[in-house]
């Protein structure tokens, strides 16, 4: 009778180390307070000029590819909102946000 409910004590603690295994992460940042989820999405306002937002969260900015070859960036922003950004010289011809 010891055996059988020594084993069946290790087999639920093994079932619960599973299942603990298998529940979502989560993580905290520096202040403590545990990590969201951020949207974020971008957009092209004209051929020379782009558009995103974040809902905030993580510092991030807006970056594009212009037909000049090179890329340019909003300035960084950690707060929802909307960033612009544009080519130098040039067209739009890709898109991104960073976040960091």
């Known amino acids: 009778m010891r ?5 069946a004590l290790a087999t639920a603690a093994a079932a619960l180390g599973g299942g603990l295994a298998l529940a979502p992460a989560t993580s905290a940042s520096a202040g403590g307070v545990s990590a969201q989820a951020m949207t974020c999405s971008t ?10 937002w974040c809902s905030g969260g993580s510092n991030w900015r807006v970056g594009v590819k212009c037909t000049d ?4 960036y909003s300035e960084t922003n950690s707060i929802r909102g909307t960033k612009y950004v544009g080519c130098g010289k040039g ?3 890709h898109r991104w946000i960073d976040i960091f």
């Open 91 to 93: 067209t739009v011809t």
């Open 3 to 7: 055996i059988r409910r020594t084993f």
């Open 69 to 72: 070859g090179k890329h340019y």
């Open 43 to 52: 957009s092209k306002v004209s051929a020379y000029q782009a558009s995103g």
